[in-house]
């Protein structure tokens, strides 16, 4: 089963937001939004409206399709019409991976597209897994660390603490920076 939700603002309760799932986990789920939808609930709050419960998933999708369509797609943060495969754990056959698959072989980037991509992937946050190719020097002890995990093990913090200090989300008071 499945339930359609609605966002909307808060300082006014115009919907901003059109969506489906197969319970309200996903709907109450404010991470994972395209730049619209941030920056609406950022300047102005958000709340959930559920608006239909125990559909089916085709019931659900046409009536996301009846609303979007209805409220206008300039008028939401919604990237597309609604309804759309890929969705509720639908997964793509093996014949539409190989096509897409094909498509992309062979592909040529031109300098200038490769360090637009090398540009924008610098300085996201990687994850656990290379934490370690970012050094970090500690102007307190005057040392430099091979690692976020090693400068956050020594200082005695965990290492998303580290990051939030580099980051500038939390005070630095250590001087951490990197290199």
Request: with cysteine; proline share 0%; hydrophobic share 30%.
């Amino acid at each position: 089963m499945s339930i359609v939700y609605a966002h909307r603002r808060k300082d006014n309760g115009n919907i901003f937001y059109i969506g489906m799932g197969v319970c309200e986990k996903r709907a109450n789920k404010f991470s994972g939004r395209n730049c619209y939808w941030k920056s609406i609930e950022q300047k102005y709050g958000a709340y959930v409206d559920v608006l239909a419960t125990d559909l089916s998933v085709e019931d659900a999708e046409e009536l996301e399709m009846f609303l979007i369509e209805e409220i206008g797609l300039d008028n939401l943060t919604n990237i597309t019409i609604g309804g759309q495969k890929g969705r509720l754990g639908d997964t793509k056959t093996k014949e539409e991976r190989e096509k897409i698959s094909k498509s992309r072989m062979g592909m040529k980037f031109s300098q200038e597209q490769k360090d637009k991509i090398s540009q924008s992937k610098k300085g996201q946050n990687k994850g656990i897994k290379n934490h370690k190719s970012v050094q970090v020097y500690c102007k307190t002890l005057d040392k430099t660390f091979e690692c976020i995990l090693d400068c956050a093990t020594e200082l005695g913090y965990s290492r998303q603490y580290i990051q939030d200090m580099i980051a500038g989300r939390r005070t630095n008071k250590f001087g951490l920076r990197k290199l």
